[in-house]
T-cell receptor
Framework: EDQVTQSPEALRLQEGESSSLNCSYT??????LFWYRQDPGKGPEFLFT???AGEEKEKERLKATLTKKESFLHITAPKPEDSATYLC????????????FGQGTTLQVKP | NAGVMQNPRHLVRRRGQEARLRCSPM?????VYWYRQLPEEGLKFMVY????????ESGMPKERFSAEFPKEGPSILRIQQVVRGDSAAYFC?????????????FGPGTRLTVL
């Protein structure tokens, strides 16, 4: 059964303090690993898709990387507006297109 | 290009009533997915539809829940005889293709409260 585990559950950073969020996954035949950002009371906002080990993608202060067992979301010099819950999801070959989500990491960046 | 639209944004029902949630996918997208987010839980897949077809309903409760995506109009998630445990945020997502390699874009959600 496909599974996704994110850690830590919650992370508090000072503005400018870089860190990484982890997403460990078990999937039969990875078709894609997705990162989303979710603000309170809103729907998930798409950030990145990674398809194969070794792939990296960047957007502003965020960089996502992928290995065969996990993905990292690196946040460089975060700002308070980066505060949100970050969700990781996988699409495996054993299913039709549904995404399996982790529980998320809630990030709080203090000024 | 308008994003995924969902309405209503908030819905209050009494136990035993019916809830109808609507989702209009992004322009050019023909694949719709419904997810549920219970309080303090992650997003859980419910159903995947294409126009006039249910492709995967493995996450749908066996009773009271149904979904459709007609040839014309929005996708509808219907919950009959709601119970308190149905209170949750329901999100719709859409994608352009069927391969599953496509990103899914989410709507703002419908927050259902059952009294």
């Amino acid at each position: 059964e496909d599974q996704v585990t994110q850690s830590p559950e919650a992370l508090r950073l000072q503005e400018g303090e870089s860190s990484s969020l982890n997403c460990s996954y078990t999937v039969s035949g990875l078709r894609g690993l997705f990162w989303y950002r979710q603000d309170p009371g809103k729907g998930p906002e798409f950030l990145f898709t990674l398809y194969s080990a070794g792939e990296e993608k960047e957007k502003e202060r965020l960089k996502a990387t992928l290995t065969k067992k996990e993905s990292f979301l690196h946040i460089t010099a975060p700002k308070p507006e980066d505060s949100a819950t970050y969700l990781c999801a996988v699409h495996g070959s054993s299913n039709t297109g549904k995404l399996i989500f982790g529980q998320g990491t809630t990030l709080q960046v203090k000024p | 290009n308008a994003g995924v639209m969902q309405n209503p944004r908030h819905l209050v029902r009494r136990r035993g009533q019916e809830a109808r949630l609507r989702c209009s996918p992004m322009k050019g997208h023909s694949h719709v997915y419904w997810y549920r987010q219970l309080p303090e839980e992650g997003l859980k897949f419910m159903v995947y539809l294409q126009k006039e077809n249910i492709i995967d309903e493995s996450g749908m409760p066996k009773e009271r829940f149904s979904a459709e995506f007609p040839k014309e109009g929005p996708s509808i998630l219907r919950i009959q005889q709601v119970v308190r445990g149905d209170s949750a945020a329901y999100f719709c997502a859409s994608s352009p293709g069927s391969s599953g390699y496509n990103e899914q874009f989410f709507g703002p959600g419908t927050r259902l409260t059952v009294l």
